[in-house]
């Protein structure tokens, strides 16, 4: 896995394994134990619902926890004056004359169509460290390329309205 996580993450995903283990779960097994105890397994269709979503909030904790074991713990080390990660920061793209805002963010949270770029991306790799009036190539491939700038950036890091991803 070796996903590239802040200690943001890594808290929002210890809260959700939490909440998964604690609250779900045994809210899970008590929905499995009706279910089991309405007769014949083979023609009930609530014992196998219980256990599908039992065996996905299972399969989920692993997940989190897997991910947070390989994790590469990143910091944002960009000045307060340059783009890094949860920044907000408004690009105008000279090609199409058009701005728009993207919070930049690490990989497990990147949500391009509602605007949450990783810093994985073309993109977001070619902002961060950037600053206001900054033009910037953004390479696609070997064969296309194009330019940005840098119009504005909001540099609070409040990232309390981002969740992780679900795979």
Do not use: C, W
């Not at 105890?37 to 009930?44: F, H, I, P, R, V």
């Not at 949500?111 to 810093?119: A, H, T, V």
């Not at 460290?129 to 696609?140: A, C, L, M, P, Q």
């Amino acid at each position: 896995m070796n996903e590239k996580l802040t200690a943001s993450d890594i808290q929002k995903i210890e809260e959700e394994i939490e909440y998964r283990k604690m609250t779900l779960r045994p809210k899970l097994l008590e929905d499995l134990k009706e279910a089991r105890a309405q007769g014949d397994l083979s023609e009930n269709f609530e014992y196998y619902v219980a256990k599908r979503e039992n065996n996905r909030n299972n399969s989920r904790i692993r997940y989190l926890e897997r991910m947070i074991n390989t994790a590469d713990v990143i910091e944002d080390t960009t000045a307060e004056d340059e783009v890094g990660i949860n920044n907000r920061v408004a690009l105008y793209f000279e090609e199409d004359d058009l701005t728009e805002t993207y919070k930049i963010v690490t990989g497990i949270r990147s949500d391009s169509l509602n605007g949450y770029i990783s810093i994985e991306s073309p993109l977001g790799k070619a902002v961060l460290g950037h600053k206001v009036g900054d033009r910037v190539s953004i390479k696609v491939n070997d064969s296309y390329s194009y330019f940005v700038k840098i119009v504005e950036l909001d540099a609070s890091t409040d990232d309390s309205d981002d969740k992780i991803a679900s795979y």
